[in-house]
């Protein structure tokens, strides 16, 4: 009877862990899908801004949540460029929470996809160096789409996250200010196998986890260098 016992606590144990990893498989894969149909056409994210971003946050999916019920956070994942100078290809991703108490008045009945391109070293340290709040510890502004963003030059703009969103196949700029987005130690735990803070793993040597390939894939072909 121990026997068994202890052959189905392991059984279950290695169920649950393939479902933690699975969980976060799911969420890189979510995301490329998001980035791929937010790179097509002229209505969502230009390349000219992708071309000039050091990262970029992803949030699949995130819905509006009723007051008093749990899962208030919308969860995605961070990728940045790599190299000191963040202008190389893109590095592992590590995995970001959303704070959603703010922006459910944007969100409807239905899911939306929210991207955001860090576009300046501020935005950089604040995301990577603890809880960052848009519009506190950097200045967002909703990023240009089509012919607006024809010209746009991070450097002389005061916008140092630039945000979009996709809902109902419908892509927009949208204001985030007032946001809060921090790192999902957890999430970065289960994927990596280990203790690993977001910055560690954006500006370590860590490998590129083969659920995060296609995501990273599609950026490195799409924008291979900051311009």
Do not use: H
């Amino acid at each position: 009877m121990k026997i068994k016992i202890a052959t189905l606590g392991l059984g279950l144990l290695a169920a649950f862990s393939l479902f933690a990893q699975t969980k976060e498989d799911e969420r890189l894969a979510n995301s490329a899908s998001v980035m791929k149909d937010l790179l097509q056409g002229d209505k969502g994210l230009p390349k000219s801004v992708l071309d000039q971003s050091m990262c970029v946050l992803i949030f699949p999916s995130v819905k509006k949540v009723a007051v008093g019920i749990g899962g208030s956070y919308g969860r995605g994942v961070l990728v940045c460029r790599k190299g000191e100078k963040m202008d190389g290809g893109w590095g592992a991703p590590a995995m970001y929470a959303l704070d959603q108490g703010s922006v459910g008045v944007q969100l409807g009945s239905t899911a939306t996809d929210f991207v955001l391109t860090i576009m300046r070293n501020k935005g950089v340290d604040a995301i990577l160096n603890g809880k960052m709040k848009l519009g506190a510890n950097a200045a967002a502004a909703a990023g240009p789409t089509g012919a607006q963003a024809t010209g746009y030059n991070a450097e002389a703009m005061s916008s140092d996250v630039l945000t979009y969103s996709r809902s109902k196949g419908l892509f927009a700029g949208v204001s985030l200010e007032g946001a809060s987005i921090d790192a999902d130690n957890d999430a970065n735990k289960k994927l990596y196998g280990k203790e690993l803070g977001a910055k560690e793993i954006v500006t370590g040597s860590q490998e590129v986890v083969p659920a995060a390939k296609p995501l990273v894939t599609l950026l490195d072909t799409t924008s291979p260098k900051r311009k």
